[in-house]
């Protein structure tokens, strides 16, 4: 919600009480993220078999299916039988553990951490997305070849208006204040010519907090849209009402940063599924502001479940003044199953619609060959109890294995 911790929220602002072994590769160089160096790649080959394989499209679990890493890419999945494992592989018999993709929060704050990232990669959360707060795109990319670290996706400073959101009501300065269309164009341009991932646009109007901020107009919104699309990226809006929705849907968003704790109309869910919106529901920042908002945010969610509509696991991990789960969200992930998400909805929401919302699927979020191998290996089936998800047993992360309990 916002980027830093605030002394309560409810007090502040009374509106809201209402409402490696490096595997093939490798050597096992360094055992955390604190080193900064990059481990040495050997070439070699990993081969997990014996697996019940849930590769994040959605599709039914293959058991007995094996994987194979190579030079930190899956160079084949699928049954063992269809599934060449190379002469020369390291084979490691997970004896029928579940092997899933690396999960992604798809909205976090404080990624900008050495000690958060490796925390998240440590539990299986191999990527991050940072929705706004204070950045270094260098660091980011120096970081980003740490395997002990996981994956930073980042946007930067949101596109707002002049004393627009989060400067009121947070006092926060980690936006871009845009007065124009050409304007909103330029900034995002730029943003993103810098090293941002993606663009996040504020489209907070006040109401949540019962005042009236200043937002983007309908022109300024589309137009920064519109450049993050040029740019062959996406673009995320900050909303908490649904009449805030409706203008961000409107400017063509490709997510929605915070389930809506107001009404939420049928007649905007159907212009959502026909854009392919999707929605990243920060139930756990809900549930931290209080007065029935968990609640309210639920109910919602399931409404644009039932209907068809696309979620992605997201937290909004240190966005408010309350400590957050660090590590594999399980909270998050019970409050979406309350919403009646099946342990394979909640799944695909954590890999392949996370891996969306940080425009990675083409490499990331699925276990599909060509891919980055970021893979979770879990004891138990996660689709009879979804608490199995943090019965680690091997995190591999870019082909190198950062975590093995077996060993
Ligand atoms: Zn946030």
Redesign the pocket.
Known sequence: ??FFRINSLLTVIPGLRALAIAIPVILHVFSSCDKGTEPTITGNTIALTNCTLIDGTGHAPILNAAIVISDGLIVAVGPADSTTVPTDARVMNVHGATVLPGFINA?V?SGFDRENLATWANSGVTTVRD??GPSSFAWKEKISKDPYCALLVAAGPMISVPNGYPLVPWGSPNMLPVNSPEEAQIEVAQLLDSGADIIKLAMESGEAFKMTIPSLTPEEALAAVNAAHQHGTIASA?VLVTRDLARAVEAGVDDI?HMVVDYLPDSIIDVMLDDSVLWVP?LELWHHVGGGMGEAAVSNLRKYVQAGGKIALGT?FD?YNARFELGMPMHEMEWMSQAGMSPMQVIVAGTRNAALACNRLADLGTLEAGKIADVLVVNGNPLEDIHNLANIRLVIHRGVIIRDLES
């Open positions: 919600m916002c909205h704050h929705l706004a900050h940063a920060t909004d966005g």
